[in-house]
């Protein structure tokens, strides 16, 4: 049995993840802002979580339920309505507790509350890492790598056959021979390569409220890709009529006012991929999200070209997103259901009406393990 204190951490750790796993979907379709710490860890905002706990006092005397008096009327010392030092406060009185998670674990919560499968790759094993695995015990080393429980046995196994160990004075004085070390063998490890390919229509018709919906799902997306692969690369395409690859910062800000040519988008990932990821090699996830508004049904046929010529074929799945906007006519989901039907297995098409849909969708998106 471990140390009490461990156990209880433990515990805590299990009631944490049961609280997120329990609020997830609140989380995601409040637009809770999960803080990457850059260590493997991520913050989350949440309410306090009380347990249980003993209180010590005066158990003597009457008390609460003791005594005489009548229903109604009030307990000892209570202030009543109206009464009291001071005055009512305002604004929240709730606080909140942050708590970390290492990015495993929440991807973990993520996949067990959509029922997630592991994904498939599909790309050939490319990236290759080196790691150290200290599986033996060697003469020589740093101090730093010294194995003091080793080396104390090899001291008490010289001293018991020179006949210089006292039970009644067990002193054990290790010398230089005696001295262990963790000896280290380096593993080489080769691992599947991703890459997720964002585009985002940023004409007037896709408003804030449509980018923080792309920017929250965006998030948990990359959180399962990143815990089924060791590493991935994400690029951003934004685009209005023309289109053309950005930093993180300005694909989530950028708003334009023109028309919307989405085959521009598609060009820009078509070239991305040819120039820097061979469908051989990488595992290759383009994301599309849009109001659904094209500018001609001229565009929409050369979107329909390019997806089956260059896209698809290069890509693990195509995924089609449609964030609904008061402004947009939801066109280009019926476009691409009347080409590739709803339920296809080359792309995979989502509605995402307001934040209370975005955890539907990321289950729409990789439910299929691909």
């Given at each position: ?8 951490l ?7 993840k ?14 809770t ?36 008096g ?53 790309g ?12 033996s ?55 599947n390569a991703?890459?997720?390919?964002y ?40 685009h ?36 820097d990821y061979?469908?051989?090699e ?7 999200f ?28 195509f ?9 947009g ?42």
């Amino acid at each position: 049995m471990g140390h009490p204190i461990k156990q209880d951490l433990a515990r805590f750790k299990k009631i944490v993840k049961g609280k997120v796993r329990d609020n997830l979907r609140k989380f995601i379709s409040g637009g809770t802002q999960v803080i990457p710490k850059g260590d493997g860890t991520v913050k989350i905002p949440m309410p306090s979580i009380n347990t249980p706990r003993f209180i010590f006092g005066d158990n003597q005397g009457d008390g609460t339920g003791q005594g005489q008096g009548e229903e109604g009327d009030p307990v000892d010392g209570e202030p009543q309505e109206g009464q009291g030092p001071g005055e009512a406060g305002e604004g929240e009185g709730e606080k909140e507790l942050e708590v970390e998670l290492t990015v495993e674990e929440l991807a973990t919560i993520l996949g067990e509350e959509l029922e997630l499968p592991n994904i498939e790759p599909k790309g050939h094993k490319t990236i290759q890492s080196e790691s150290d695995k200290y599986t033996s015990i060697g003469t020589q080393g740093p101090d730093s790598l010294k194995h003091f429980k080793r080396s104390y046995r090899e001291a008490l196994k010289r001293q018991v056959v020179m006949g210089t160990y006292d039970p009644k004075n067990p002193i054990i004085i290790p010398i230089k021979s005696d001295l262990r070390y963790r000896s280290a063998k380096s593993h080489v490890e080769y691992d599947n390569a991703a890459v997720v390919i964002y585009m985002m229509d940023v004409s007037g018709s896709m408003g804030d409220e449509q980018k923080e919906i792309v920017r929250s799902e965006s998030f948990w997306i990359n959180l399962w890709l990143k815990s089924q692969y060791k590493d991935i690369e994400v690029r951003y395409i934004i685009h209005d009529a023309t289109a053309k690859e950005v930093d993180e910062e300005t694909f989530f800000k950028t708003k334009e006012s023109g028309g919307t040519l989405i085959s521009s988008a598609y060009k820009v990932c078509r070239d991305i991929i040819k120039k820097d990821y061979d469908p051989n090699e990488w595992n290759i996830y383009p994301f599309q999200f849009s109001d659904g508004d094209n500018w001609s049904t001229d565009d929409t046929k050369d979107c329909m070209e390019i997806l089956k010529q260059d896209l698809l074929p290069a890509s693990n799945v195509f995924c089609y997103g449609q964030v609904d906007s008061r402004y947009g006519t939801g066109q280009f989901y019926k476009d691409l259901i009347d080409e590739f039907g709803e339920t296809g297995d080359e792309v995979i098409l989502s509605r995402i009406e307001n934040r209370d849909g975005i955890l539907d969708s990321i289950k729409d998106f990789l439910g299929k393990g691909k």
